[in-house]
């Protein structure tokens, strides 16, 4: 009890003893000793009592005592301890230490990263989402816990995020980031964005409540356009057409007053004339589209193509057909001028494609009964869409082709449409299938980077906590007081407990790394073998298509013998060097097999090399052989030669290497079909994403290089280095 009594006393008594002395303002600036410029940001403080910083001109004004002891603190320069002896202005001198120079130097460098990997970020928001999120984390990581700039800095990155995460079509991520960025530094068109992302993201109620609470702040033209049309979606998608006329009709009147913001009337044109429709308002809605397309007649023939084909779609539903095919024909006149000028470049906007607009064409003239003049159209759709692998309009028009000749009694035509009407639907069907897993696989990886991004922010968050620790503990040991010490200990308990809380994240993150690798190389095994069956479907496929069932047959046979091996390692992350032959062995036979005449291939092993002590990925070495097979020496006039060598370069590496002296990866790629170009290589791609992950988990076992096998680019070498693990 009496030791409780003595530590009141002690910290009581001190407090009344201060606050019963006078106190006045004492004035005073912080200067460099050398150079007497002032020092921005000072952070002035007594003892006991408020604080205060330097203006920019180094001044301060502080309320203390005479006798008060004033405690000067920066960053550049040691603590500096000023005792006041009256109340005339004092003038503060100190050096630049060592360490804030470093420090200096330091935040300088973490600047010029943060906008190197922001303006990376930018630079790849368009092509690739993965990359560009990747420069935004590393600009995340550059900031450091005691930056000034530090929220206008992840104010700026969170939105460029949420631009990514928009134009990639993921909206509620992008709404979580816009939120973000909000939260760090307001700012109105970050709301904006917020706004469109909550469109997007079909949460017209909220979109609305956004959008609302900004119609009374001072936004420059372009954004309360894009403000007012924001609201006139909203309010269209909820079915409100009167208001949705209102906003776009306020948004339009503002559009009009800025020549640069054009399109954005034509726009608004055709916005208004399909909630005029909906209103029963046909005669106005006709103005308001006919208007669009004539503004878009004096811009370029992508903006007037564009138009024409939503004036179009506006008068198919009002059944004035004839308007419709007369826009139509129009707009094939358009794409046809556009493809001559930019062969090479497709269009984003699909439904401005020759096969649609000839399906579109010939659905008009159908509904009018010109089945004669229909059916070109549909054929001409058809022939269009095969060409460029467009199997909906494919599949419609096929569809509608055979509904027309049913129509005109035609009943043998029709049956042969509905027939293929058939294939197509299979094949349709088959791609489908990709699309969604392909869209579901990018879906996911996208919030696994969010997620990595929200785990590294709550790392900066802990530092940051870390850092006003550390600092308040630096201030508190500097105390003599009973009640400071008290302070200091409890704080350097809470540290060490952060300090735990951090190393325990840390394994925690570790681990998952770790399991992350895990199911992504169980995720490409998993790919890489339904690849493999694919192409060696196909090759089945050819000899029953050519009626040689007995070749089939031991085609069979070997691949069955195959495909046992394979499955059996298809879970394991290596396997014995001497597996790996076997299989590759197995597999080059089944190719020669197939293009016996196209190619003669040896396998050497040195016999030096113990192949029981070397252990390799399952399934590597078989794409390279398969891409010198199919792509190389298979469209070589003469029969070409495969050489597969295993080579020992030292005691632990040996060399592999697959050369093939076919035409080239140069001329490989000239001959490619566009299909082809289309389509990707899943088992080359694969099998890198496969070696990067285990070098990382096995500290560089495997290397690989790709070349041209002569001079003149003809044929192909590749050489892979696989380590023992000793």
Do not use: C
Request: no cysteine; glycine share 4%.
């Amino acid at each position: 009890m009496m030791r409780t009594f003595t530590i009141l006393f002690l910290l009581v008594v001190p407090l009344l003893t201060f606050s019963q002395e006078k106190k006045i303002t004492i004035r005073g600036t912080v200067k460099e000793k050398n150079t007497l410029k002032p020092i921005q940001g000072v952070e002035v403080k007594t003892i006991i009592g408020s604080g205060t910083e330097t203006n920019a001109l180094g001044d301060f004004r502080i309320q203390a005592a005479i006798g008060d002891e004033l405690i000067i603190s920066h960053d550049s320069f040691h603590t500096v301890r000023h005792e006041i002896t009256d109340g005339q202005k004092i003038e503060v001198l100190v050096e630049e230490s060592r360490e804030g120079r470093k420090r200096e130097f330091e935040r300088k460098k973490r600047s010029l990263s943060f906008e190197k990997e922001i303006k990376a970020s930018l630079q790849q928001m368009k092509k690739d989402a993965g990359k560009s999120i990747g420069h935004a984390e590393k600009a995340l990581a550059s900031i450091e816990a005691d930056d000034p700039l530090g929220h206008e800095k992840k104010a700026r990155l969170y939105k460029i995020l949420g631009d990514v995460y928009l134009y990639w079509k993921q909206a509620d991520l992008a709404e979580a980031n816009y939120q973000t960025s909000l939260d760090n530094t307001y700012r109105d068109a970050v709301k904006i964005k917020l706004g469109e992302a909550q469109l997007a993201n079909k949460q017209y109620e909220k979109a609305l409540l956004t959008f609302n609470s900004l119609l009374s702040t001072r936004i420059k033209k372009e954004e309360k356009v894009i403000l007012y049309e924001g609201r006139g979606d909203a309010y269209a998608a909820l079915n409100r057409y009167k208001e949705a006329e209102k906003s776009y009709n306020q948004a339009l009147s503002l559009s009009r007053s800025k020549k640069k913001l054009d399109e954005k009337v034509i726009l608004l044109n055709a916005k208004l004339a399909e909630i005029l429709q909906k209103q029963g308002e046909l005669s106005a809605a006709a103005g308001y589209m006919d208007q669009s397309v004539e503004l878009a007649d004096q811009k370029d023939k992508k903006t007037v193509a564009k138009q024409r084909a939503i004036a179009a779609d506006f008068y198919n539903k009002r059944n004035s057909f004839e308007k419709e095919i007369e826009l139509r024909k129009e707009t094939l006149e358009d794409i046809e001028e556009l493809e001559e000028a930019e062969p090479t470049n497709m269009l984003e906007d699909q439904s401005l494609s020759p096969q649609v607009q000839n399906y579109k064409i010939a659905n008009a003239l159908a509904s009018q009964k010109d089945y004669d003049v229909a059916i070109p159209y549909l054929k001409e759709s058809i022939k269009e869409a095969a060409s460029k692998n467009d199997l909906v309009v494919q599949k419609d028009a096929t569809r509608k082709l055979g509904e027309v000749y049913r129509e005109k009694g035609d009943l043998k035509k029709a049956s042969e449409a509905f027939k293929e009407y058939e294939v197509i639907i299979d094949k349709l069907y088959i791609l489908k299938e990709q699309e969604i897993s392909q869209a579901a696989r990018f879906s996911r990886e996208l919030t696994k980077k969010a997620n990595r991004i929200s785990t590294l922010e709550k790392d900066r968050e802990l530092s940051e906590s870390k850092y006003k620790l550390a600092l308040a503990a630096q201030e508190l040991s500097k105390q003599r007081s009973l009640r400071q010490q008290i302070i200091i200990y409890s704080l350097i308990g809470l540290t060490v407990l952060l300090l735990f809380m951090g190393y325990l994240m840390y394994r925690n993150m570790k681990q998952q790394r770790y399991a992350n690798n895990m199911l992504a190389l169980k995720s490409l095994r998993s790919q890489m073998n339904p690849h493999f069956i694919f192409n060696a479907l196909n090759s089945v496929n050819t000899f029953i298509a050519t009626n040689d069932e007995r070749a089939a047959n031991r085609y069979l046979t070997d691949f069955s013998l195959l495909m046992r091996s394979v499955l059996e390692n298809s879970e394991m992350d290596f396997i014995p060097l001497e597996k790996e032959i076997e299989l590759l062995e197995l597999y080059t036979q089944l190719e020669h097999f197939r293009f016996q005449d196209k190619f003669d291939y040896t396998i050497e092993v040195d016999p030096s090399i113990k192949i029981g002590d070397y252990q390799i990925p399952p399934m590597l070495l078989q794409p390279y052989v398969e891409n010198a097979v199919w792509h190389g020496l298979r469209y070589k006039h003469e029969k070409g030669v495969l050489q597969i060598t295993f080579k020992k370069l030292d005691i632990s590496t040996i060399e592999i290497s697959i050369a093939d002296d076919g035409i080239g990866r140069a001329k490989s790629k000239e001959i490619k079909t566009q299909h082809q170009k289309k389509q990707q290589s899943k088992g080359m791609s694969n099998i890198k994403q496969r070696i990067q992950i285990l070098n990382k988990m096995y500290k560089n076992r495997v290397g690989v290089a790709v070349s041209d096998l002569t001079v003149d680019k003809g044929g192909t070498l590749v050489v892979l280095k696989l380590k023992r693990d000793i």
